[in-house]
């Protein structure tokens, strides 16, 4: 399929966008985007990336140092203008710092938490209760029960999978009792479990076996 000359000067214009949202997308564990989800974030970060460069510039040159204004939007919108590759890369610079700041702010729920205290949302922050509970500031430790098998696991949360149907969960200072008699069976440092969703069940402690 040939690459018309527009839509390769798109790719580099908005590269920072593109670079912002790949990182953003790889900090937070997020699976793949659809197409149309990643070109429009793409777009806005990297709008965004180059009007933080611009107000960065200008602020330089309030100051007196001798530095060249961006002509972002001049080669965007006119074809015979060339690309300044510099502020490519400088936009990617400032790109790479909104990733870090996006992927933060994802983290620590401070777009959620700022609708909770405005009364705008009640929402989850994540998608669904499985991620909300297992992406806690502190580390999940649990108790699981396999009934079918009767065994009772104890141990804190490593890594987990992205959704309660998969359930994956990678158990580290594992205790594996039976549990009907809740004898104690052996110790290993870490487990992979994954069950049938209808027969899951995880009890939350405050610390490793207390």
């Known amino acids: 399929m040939e690459i018309s000359e527009l839509a390769v000067r798109l790719l580099i214009i908005f590269f920072p966008g593109m670079l912002a949202t790949l990182l953003y997308d790889t900090f937070t564990r997020r699976k793949k985007r659809d197409y149309n989800v990643f070109i429009t974030y793409s777009f806005v970060i ?16 309030l100051l007196g140092m001798p530095v060249r204004q961006i002509t972002f939007l001049t080669y965007l919108f006119n074809s015979e203008s060339p690309i300044v590759i510099r502020e490519v890369v400088l936009g990617s610079v400032i790109a790479l710092v909104i990733a870090f700041l996006w992927s933060y702010s994802f983290r620590y729920k401070w777009m959620q938490r700022l609708a909770v205290r405005f009364k705008v949302s009640k929402q989850f922050h994540e998608k669904d209760v499985w991620s909300e509970i297992l992406n806690m500031e502190e580390t999940p ?16 949360i490593a890594y987990y999978s992205d959704t309660f149907q998969e359930n994956e969960l990678f158990l580290r200072d594992v ?16 487990l992979y479990l994954t069950l049938d969703p209808a027969n899951l069940q995880i009890e939350f402690q405050s610390t490793g076996g207390d």
């Open 175 to 190: 205790i594996v009792y039976e549990n009907n008699s809740g004898r104690k069976l052996y110790e290993v440092m870490g």
């Open 141 to 156: 430790w649990v108790v699981i029960r396999d009934y079918e098998r009767d065994r009772m696991y104890q141990g804190w």
């Open 46 to 61: 990297g709008f965004l990336s180059y009007f933080v460069l611009y107000l960065f510039i200008d602020f330089l040159r």
